[in-house]
């Protein structure tokens, strides 16, 4: 035994566990809420060098995995939860993200090692770039989907080198990271072993490209926010709006009512704080006010919530100005066309299914269309492919009684008159969906011309969560370049402009209402006319790769023979 785990963790195995946990340690410190986003930059270099140095495929397998583990757990600590620590399901499930989610890209990464097998070194680390960048944007449109992660969305920060997302959306910036890695890793592992002399051509031209790499989108970012502008346009300036948030910081486990013996009482004591907002703010005669996720924490249009429902429209009528709120809603079904997923009531052929939904209550008019939310988290918010597998549904809900939302099928977009009586259409998205560009894209290219996230995002203490939910709103701002707003429950709250620069931040767990202006955009960018084109040559790319170490694969089994 003792012989064996000296061979196993001798000096040199700890050398390369500890270049495959800086690796990790870089990528995660690369991520918001760090302003340390330049890491990931190098953050693959000593994982490149592991791989140089170490040819067996199943050791290097095991290192990837304790690399992206390392990443995982720097990065998403706070995703079960643990600081506050009120629910085990939750923390069983953030344990289960950390520990599994990494296995997801292990197929990916093995490819890379067999193009590299088959067609060296530089088409390996090539291949490893191409396929990372394949598996983010695959893995972004199953009901598996978790694109929190993809590599681009650690710039977030960092605004001018964002600003060439409206063309390639978060995928370019994946793409010039590993460009950068490979380029400093090829200078470094020169430089370390000479292979090159100092006057090389091919030293000159890899750090050269390096630099350019570097510091190209930058320069870019610097140059295309200047010439934008947006607060300043003269049509943005005949075209203001004034927005109000409410973020009324209710605790996420008591706003369902649970541990309190009369419920009504709590849903009444919500509304209630956030309609004295709402008064407050309308004596500044806003355009629109926007309560968060859930404000109303109760399925307010069913009839035993009746006196509800007239108090809150009697609220709006009085402030005079339409609101916009998070709601949970929800559909009846007959047994002929109830989803798999949904919930028979009591023995009767009647069966419901529950919704995360966003509505807007206007002055003197009835509640206005429903949108309910398409993108559900995993296993948190729904189980995946739920109506395959409805058997799944009520063992795996979870206590606060989320686990089980169902999922809606359509984008909706919403109309306010601003004060000059133009009509101005916008979206309202749900927490989570924020963080698939392609998702936010299609808001914007049915018309919606500026953007509102409400979100909950009081779950995980002070933790990095909520700072890393609110920095997408920068990508997809200038994705469409679209005006954002994002209203939190307990926060961040914050104002996004199209160049990605938060020009208004509420602090995360405070009781608030401010008041936001924006200006409706109506450009439309090349990501939005034309979506995931980058991310689709890239996977092409990738392919092509594989496809081409496999022919090679073949020839040479061709010619032993």
Same mark, same amino acid.
């Given at each position: 035994m003792t012989s064996f785990l000296k061979r196993k963790f001798n000096p040199e195995s700890r050398r390369r566990c500890v270049l495959t946990v800086c690796a990790g340690i870089l990528l995660g410190a690369s991520f918001p809420p760090s302003p340390l986003s330049s890491l990931a930059y190098i953050a693959f270099?000593?994982?490149?060098?592991?791989? &140089?140095?170490? %040819? %067996?495929?199943? $050791?290097?397998?095991?290192?990837?995995?304790?690399?992206?583990?390392?990443?995982?757990?720097?990065?998403?600590?706070?995703?079960?939860?643990?600081?506050?620590? %009120?629910?085990?399901?939750?923390?069983?499930?953030?344990?289960?993200?950390?520990?599994?989610?990494?296995?997801?890209?292990?197929?990916?990464?093995?490819?890379?090692?067999?193009?590299? /097998?088959?067609?060296?070194?530089?088409?390996?680390?090539?291949?490893?770039?191409?396929?990372?960048?394949?598996?983010?944007?695959?893995? $972004?449109? @199953?009901?598996?989907?978790f694109p929190w992660l993809s590599l681009g969305n650690s710039q977030a920060y960092d605004v001018n080198r964002i600003q060439i997302a409206e063309y390639t959306s978060v995928c370019g910036l994946s793409f010039i990271i590993f460009t950068c890695n490979i380029l400093a890793y090829e200078v470094t592992r020169n430089i370390?072993?000479?292979?090159?002399?100092?006057?090389?051509? /091919?030293?000159?031209?890899?750090?050269?490209?390096?630099?350019?790499?570097?510091? *190209?989108?930058?320069?870019?970012?610097?140059?295309?926010?200047? /010439?934008?502008?947006?607060?300043?346009? @003269?049509?943005?300036?005949?075209?203001?709006? =004034?927005?109000?948030?409410?973020?009324?910081?209710?605790?996420?486990?008591? %706003?369902?009512?649970?541990?309190?013996?009369?419920?009504?009482? $709590?849903?009444?004591?919500?509304?209630?704080?956030?309609?004295?907002?709402?008064?407050?703010?309308?004596?500044?005669?806003?355009?629109l006010i926007v309560w968060p996720e859930t404000a109303i924490p109760f399925y307010i249009f069913l009839p035993r919530y009746a006196e509800l429902l007239h108090y809150v429209q009697a609220q709006v009528d009085t402030a005079g100005v339409p609101v916009l709120t998070g709601v949970p809603t929800v559909k009846y079904f007959g047994s002929s066309d109830a989803p798999a997923a949904s919930e028979r009531i009591g023995n009767s052929d009647l069966f419901f299914e529950a919704y995360n939904s966003v509505t807007m209550f206007s002055p003197k008019s009835r509640p206005g269309p429903v949108y309910r939310k398409m993108l559900l988290v995993p296993f948190a918010e729904r189980v995946p492919y739920a109506d395959a597998f409805s058997f799944l549904i009520k063992p795996l809900r979870w206590n606060v009684g989320i686990s089980g939302w169902g999922k809606g099928t359509d984008t909706v977009l919403y109309t306010i008159q601003s004060k000059d009586s133009v009509h101005v259409k916008f979206a309202g998205i749900i927490c989570y969906e924020?963080?698939?560009?392609?998702?936010?894209?299609?808001?914007? /290219?049915?018309?919606?011309?500026?953007?509102?996230?409400?979100?909950?995002?009081?779950?995980?203490?002070?933790? @990095?969560?909520?700072?890393?939910?609110? @920095?997408?709103?920068?990508?997809?701002?200038?994705?469409?370049?679209?005006?954002?707003?994002?209203?939190? =429950? *307990?926060?961040?709250?914050?104002?996004? &402009?199209?160049?990605?620069?938060?020009?208004s931040r509420t602090k995360l767990y405070s009781r608030t209402s401010v008041l936001m202006q924006l200006h409706p955009e109506s450009e439309m960018t090349f990501y939005t006319k034309y979506g995931d084109v980058f991310a689709k040559i890239f996977s092409a790319a990738a392919l092509a790769f594989v496809g081409a170490a496999a022919g090679q694969h073949i020839r040479r089994k061709r010619e032993k023979r």
């Open positions: 270099i000593p994982l490149f060098w592991l791989i &140089d140095e170490n %040819k %067996k495929t199943a $050791s290097v397998m095991r290192h990837f995995y304790l690399f992206l583990f390392v990443f995982h757990a720097a990065t998403l600590y706070w995703a079960g939860g643990f600081i506050p620590a %009120k629910d085990v399901w939750m923390m069983a499930a953030g344990a289960a993200l950390l520990f599994i989610h990494p296995v997801f890209y292990l197929p990916f990464l093995w490819l890379s090692l067999y193009v590299r /097998k088959n067609l060296g070194r530089i088409a390996g680390f090539i291949s490893f770039a191409l396929l990372w960048i394949a598996f983010d944007y695959l893995h $972004s449109l @199953s009901e598996y989907s370390a072993f000479r292979i090159w002399p100092w006057n090389s051509l /091919k030293l000159h031209t890899a750090a050269g490209c390096l630099l350019l790499a570097y510091i *190209g989108p930058s320069a870019y970012g610097i140059i295309a926010i200047k /010439k934008m502008q947006p607060s300043t346009t @003269s049509a943005g300036i005949e075209r203001t709006l =004034n927005i109000g948030v409410i973020q009324p910081n209710v605790d996420p486990w008591e %706003k369902w009512g649970l541990d309190q013996g009369d419920r009504m009482q $709590s849903y009444y004591e919500q509304v209630s704080l956030q309609a004295a907002e709402t008064q407050k703010l309308a004596k500044f005669n806003p355009d924020s963080a698939y560009p392609d998702f936010v894209r299609a808001f914007v /290219k049915r018309g919606a011309e500026f953007l509102i996230i409400v979100t909950n995002d009081s779950w995980w203490g002070r933790t @990095s969560g909520a700072y890393q939910h609110a @920095s997408f709103a920068s990508l997809r701002a200038v994705e469409t370049r679209r005006w954002i707003v994002q209203a939190a =429950n *307990g926060g961040v709250s914050e104002l996004v &402009d199209p160049c990605g620069i938060a020009r």
